[in-house]
């Protein structure tokens, strides 16, 4: 049946609903598509979307139906597990958040979770969270300024939240115990207090966390997913890492936390202020942390989730462990589940930039993934309390864009994709190429290149027709190609290929010799 014509745009397709009856494609080999059993729940494989704030929202907390429509094409991509962006757990303002610290917000809570169960397989939890006050001034509340009377209220209002959590009709609830928010602050080392709730142990540092936990699971009973999310290192001067995270993971293993999902800093201590704007904890070394950006390397955290999984399994719990932070593809997830790294993969922006990571990765289309290139365009949204979206879509899409059910041919250039490079001065390669062709419309580029006689890798992608690199080096060559793909992640043949040869005086001026010598000749037209 058609959904639509070559003309409809593809973010306004239908988002699609699950068939049950047809077949399901076989799962392919390894790890990442088998289920896992969360106390009862079985989530059908290890792709766990990480809750990551949509600013969708009003100021009023409730959940409108552009945040319904954003989880339902999570929920379209196959993702296992659907982790619902941080929600307040108390009434304090703080610009566009999703709350659940009355009743009157759960029925938006359970619209929702009634359109995702529709649209997908995936399982749905909500993160709830408890943050402290803030103020433009620059001023903000810290765990030691707070009396007996408050300490109360954040277990018991993290109780009522998870029971609405699970009377919205959630599968599960998360504990927010990580980054700048008031449970990490009471597990960091930098926790002031003197008290029992205080810096002196380990142990005090952690009863606030754990009277939560007992609590919660109080409210939600004996069968209900608890998981909780914390940093495994916080990444700030005298933060802790892993010789206390594994001590945390351990007490939560011991208070039958179902499963356990690992972050790094995202912390208030090395924040960059902004004059008239409040903190916001993403910007110092600790934030680059939490969501690593291009120049870090691929699974830069996982060490994190692999230290704390190991001293559990040493330690006789065999509870889940999640790894997150920039693990763009199914090869590396899949090689972080098989060496006992992790039990399950968190994605956010890989699922942001395509929410059909999984439905691809499972087909075994992995070249169809639209990459995220990491450069962090959706956190700036976030920092401004504007809507997150991201940067590879189409300018006016409210989500990732559907592919056309007829979309199965890759796009084609109109000669050979004309690629252009111009070495600029101060070692930049500047790249232009035309316009491909597709009936249903071409979703982007992606720019490939090769230093001397390497192998051609994934340098960037972008929906414009021009990139400049400006990593180019005095006394290599560099090869490029371009390659456009589609709404379906089809990708055209390889634009011809272009290379640059960067003049060995290119660095330091006429005549010096750093001593590199000729690096060989290659295919493609030479610059
Ligand atoms: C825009 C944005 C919002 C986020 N919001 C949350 C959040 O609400 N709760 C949370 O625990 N982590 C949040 N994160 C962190 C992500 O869950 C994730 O841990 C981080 O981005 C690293 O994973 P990735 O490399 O797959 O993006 C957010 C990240 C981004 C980019
Ligand atoms: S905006 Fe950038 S970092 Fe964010 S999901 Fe898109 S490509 Fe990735």
């Known amino acids: 049946m058609r959904t639509g014509s070559p003309l409809t745009p593809p ?41 990551m704030v949509t600013r969708l929202s009003g100021e009023d907390g409730v959940v409108n139906a552009p945040i319904v429509e954003r989880y339902a094409r999570f929920a379209a991509g196959g993702a296992g597990l659907i982790v619902v962006e941080a929600t307040a757990v108390h009434e304090a303002r703080s610009g566009p958040l999703l709350r659940l610290g009355d009743d009157r917000f759960v029925p938006g809570h359970r619209a929702l979770v009634d359109r995702v169960r529709d649209a997908g397989p995936s399982k749905v939890a909500l993160q709830i969270i408890h943050f402290l006050k803030i103020a433009r001034s620059g001023w903000r509340q810290t765990v030691d300024m707070l009396g007996a009377a408050e300490l109360r209220g954040i277990v018991d209002a ?92 351990l007490r939560m293993a011991q208070l039958g936390v179902d499963y356990l999902s690992i972050s790094a800093g995202g912390k208030f201590e090395d924040a960059v202020p902004k004059p008239g704007e409040p903190l916001y904890p993403y910007t110092g070394y600790s934030g680059d ?29 065999a509870t889940p462990v ?10 590396l997830a899949e090689r972080i589940l098989r060496a006992g790294e992790a039990d399950m993969i968190g994605l956010a922006r890989a699922l942001l930039a395509d929410p059909d990571w999984p439905r691809k ?18 956190k700036a949204l976030d920092e401004n309390f504007r809507q997150v979206r991201c940067v590879l879509w189409p300018k006016d899409a409210p989500h990732a864009p559907t592919a056309h059910p007829e979309d199965v041919d890759p796009p084609t250039w109109p000669t050979d994709g004309d690629l252009r490079a111009e070495l600029r001065p101060g070692g930049q390669v500047a790249l232009a190429w035309e316009r491909a062709i597709d009936p249903f419309g071409v979703y982007g580029y992606q720019v490939f290149r090769r230093v001397n006689d390497g192998p051609f890798a994934h340098l960037t992608s972008m929906t414009a027709r021009r990139h400049v690199d400006a990593f180019a080096l005095a006394g290599n060559r560099y090869a490029y190609h371009v390659r456009a793909y589609d709404f379906a992640g089809l990708r055209s043949a390889p634009s011809r290929a272009v290379e640059v040869a960067v003049p060995e005086d290119y660095a330091l001026g ?18």
């Not at 942390?289 to 719990?317: E, K, W």
């Not at 005549?511 to 000749?521: E, Q």
């Open 11 to 51: 973010w306004r397709l239908p988002i699609l609903v699950r068939v049950t009856s047809s077949p399901t494609p076989a799962a392919p080999p390894g790890r990442l598509f088998e289920p896992i059993d969360l106390r009862g729940l079985v989530v059908p494989n290890r792709i766990v979307l990480t809750a």
């Open 158 to 249: 993290y109780a009522a939240a998870a029971a609405r959590t699970r009377a919205a009709g959630y599968d599960a609830v998360e504990l927010h115990m990580a980054h700048a928010y008031t449970l990490s602050s009471f597990l960091s080392r930098l926790n002031r207090r003197h008290d029992a709730y205080g810096g002196r142990s380990l142990e005090g540092r952690m009863r606030l966390a754990t009277e939560v936990v007992l609590a919660v699971r109080r409210a939600v009973g004996d069968d209900y997913p608890v998981g909780v999310r914390f940093d495994g290192e916080e990444c700030v001067k005298g933060g802790y890492g892993l010789a206390e995270s594994t001590q945390i993971g």
């Open 289 to 317: 942390r939490t969501m690593p950006a291009a120049q870090y390397p691929d699974g830069a955290n996982v060490y994190l989730a692999a230290g704390i999984r190991s001293f559990l399994r040493a330690h006789g719990h």
């Open 322 to 331: 999640v790894a997150a932070g920039k693990v763009p593809t199914p090869a």
């Open 361 to 378: 990765a499972r087909r075994g289309h992995d070249d169809r993934i639209v990459r995220c290139v990491y450069g962090n365009v959706c």
């Open 510 to 527: 006429d005549g010096v010799d750093l001593g590199i010598g000729p690096v060989g000749g290659a295919d493609g037209d030479r610059v």
